[in-house]
């Protein structure tokens, strides 16, 4: 009898492990790292707190895409590596209204609209250092808009 319950309780831990994170994606402690070309399906476990997400296909980020599920408002630091699409889109970002860090790295962005970054009011930190074409006047009209409060 007590082999038996030990093996159940291992299948359980088992099944609860691989139930809190996608399948495209490695979940340590409270972190995610997932390589998806859109992030607007992966489930995440309730612990974690930040993500990395790598070969993300820009023209997927809409203002829907991390909105619709309510497990991003959790997310306090996400880094975004992404590929292709020459913009980044109005209200993209809304959804993730717990995010302290934000980086977004893609080298085919040249443009971003105003309000790219509406809904993040606990903003701290922002990164978009390897984004190497992005043109700095409309980079500015962001950074200088009322969505950003608080960067240090």
């Known amino acids: 009898m007590y082999p038996t319950v030990a093996l159940?309780?291992?299948?359980?831990?088992?099944i609860a492990c691989s139930s809190a994170c996608s399948t495209s994606c490695v979940c340590i402690k409270d972190?995610?790292?997932?390589?998806t070309?859109?992030?607007?399906?992966?489930?995440?476990g309730d612990?974690?707190?930040?993500?990395?997400?790598?070969?993300?296909?820009?023209s997927f980020l809409t203002n829907?895409?991390?909105?619709?599920?309510?497990q991003w408002s959790q997310i306090e630091t996400l880094e975004i590596w992404a590929n292709g699409g020459e913009s980044l889109g109005s209200r993209v970002f809304t959804g993730l209204s717990?995010?302290?860090?934000?980086?977004?790295?893609?080298?085919?962005?040249?443009?971003?609209?105003?309000?790219?970054?509406?809904?993040?009011?606990h903003l701290k930190e922002l990164d978009f250092s390897t984004n190497i074409?992005?043109?700095?006047?409309?980079?500015?009209?962001?950074?200088?808009?009322?969505?950003?409060?608080?960067?240090?």
């Open 98 to 121: 717990g995010l302290t860090y934000l980086g977004y790295h893609n080298e085919h962005m040249f443009y971003m609209e105003y309000d790219a970054f509406y809904g993040l009011d």
């Open 8 to 14: 159940s309780l291992t299948v359980c831990m088992f």
């Open 64 to 70: 829907n895409t991390f909105s619709a599920n309510p």
């Open 37 to 44: 070309p859109d992030p607007s399906g992966i489930v995440l």
């Open 133 to 152: 074409r992005l043109q700095t006047s409309s980079f500015l009209i962001s950074m200088y808009s009322k969505n950003l409060p608080r960067l240090n």
């Open 31 to 35: 972190k995610a790292t997932c390589r």
């Open 47 to 58: 612990n974690i707190r930040k993500v990395v997400l790598h070969d993300l296909n820009a």
